[in-house]
């Protein structure tokens, strides 16, 4: 009688049939948006029992119990899906929440930005030469397909759409222009990059892949012979794509001699309002910070419809750029409550209900809006990435790193990562936002009605986003703690 079924993967109990008899959502939400169990049910009857549960390929346990002394008959199938699409977006957005989780963890009262889809975006290229347990251990944490057609076409698929919003939001600016408005477009850079020890036995299967499928060409340097230089070229081609806003990514002494191989994601944008906000109306206005101080900041002011909702401890409000293709989500945690104790309920489904507010929920918006600039220094990702369970691929414990898609691996002679390197830098004005991030990976061999007008006024920490609507995919997120 009420049997029990749980699955486990390794000591994890990742689905068990109480959770849905339970109703409890947050397990539910979890399981879902960690790809590990879609779908778990308990039967009528207290004598019977079932649960379907989706996961990735791996080794489980699965355990089923029942009253003392009753016996039964437990069945267990296993079916093979294939060809089940990738979701570049919901792994992009997932995995960008959990390490800006981690990193809010040491940073309390902080500004913090991270850019979940430049993140996500480098370290798929370094998926893509994975092989064995790494692989399948970077699978699990950043839920990227086991495949490489269906990794190359997810990323492949977010990059042809975010090209085609600044497309089209330069043939809406010429527009504007003729018509006696003159309308400045979207500018929009995302550029991947490998730097390699210019000797080393990189298999050509590999850099075929990242030229062709990830746009990731090759350029030599020679890291034995001069890694300072070395590090010098590749921060002044991140800067170059950036236009200048990320510098200094990878730090003094993070390149060595030891270093074979160095993949770089560098994201730059510059997206105007569509509806810009006037700077006559911009005023001093009081923020309270955390400490329960207030100071003065320049806040923006406009009156208009608006994406707009309340739910979970948050007023969200969006805001279009140019195109209404990308959008600015400001999500203000109601009064008495903490941006982090909001930010974490939130999983990647807030995102994708955020990106429909821009056509279904307008509300006519009388909306305060502090500007901001948040110039981040360059943090390591290592650490917050082997919290998540990402260990093997930084060669923990020793010996254990397999990338032998990218190189022949030799007990001697084999890759590792030695830590991520991630910079953003976001600025919001009247006339709208620039942006810009910058990913490295660095490999070493190892010898986010019409009544009257509702008033929001952002004057309190907040959180943001700034998202690709069709898709849902965040191409930044963070925190303002102090605009100033």
Known sequence: RDPTIELYSGSVRIAANDNWRSGDAAEIARLEEARLAVGAFALTSASDAAMLVSVPAGAYTLQVRGAAGQSGIALGEIHEVGGAEFNAAQSTNVVGLELYRELARNRAGENLIVSPYS?????????????????????????????????????AGLRRAFEDAAANSRRLAEARTRAGQPTDPIEWN?????????????????????????SAPFEPLDFRLSPEPSRLGINAWVEEQTRQRIR???????????????????????????????AASTAPRAFRLVSGASRNVPTMQRTGQLGYAAEDGFTIVTLDYLGN???????????????EAAAARLTSAHFTRWAGLGTGSRRNIALQLPKFTVRG????????????????????????????????????????????????????????????????????????????????????PFFFAIQHRASGTCLFFGRVMDPQ
């Open 119 to 155: 993140i996500e975006s480098a370290l798929a290229l370094a998926y893509a030469g994975a092989d064995g347990a790494t692989r399948e251990e970077m699978a699990r944490v950043l839920r990227l397909p086991a495949g490489d057609t269906a990794l190359q076409a997810g990323f």
């Open 190 to 214: 995302a550029a991947n990059r490998l730097f390699g020890q210019r000797d080393y036995a990189f298999r050509d299967a590999f850099l075929t892949l990242m030229r062709d499928g990830f």
């Open 248 to 278: 200094d990514l990878i730090p003094m002494g993070a390149i060595n001699r030891d270093t074979r191989l160095v993949l770089v994601n560098a994201l730059y944008l510059k997206a105007p309002w569509d509806t810009p906000f006037v």
């Open 325 to 339: 293709e990308l959008q600015f989500v400001i999500a203000l945690p109601d009064e008495g409550q903490s941006v």
């Open 377 to 460: 220094s360059t943090v390591p990702l290592g650490q917050a990435l082997r919290a998540l369970g990402m260990r093997t691929a930084f060669d923990e414990p020793p010996g254990s790193a397999n990338f032998d898609r990218i190189a022949p691996r030799r007990p001697d002679d084999y890759l590792a990562i030695s830590d991520v390197f991630h910079q953003t830098f976001v600025a919001l004005d009247e006339q709208g936002t620039e942006a810009a991030a910058a990913t490295a990976v660095v490999m070493v061999t190892v010898t986010a009605q019409p009544p009257p007008p509702l008033e929001v006024r952002v004057d309190r």
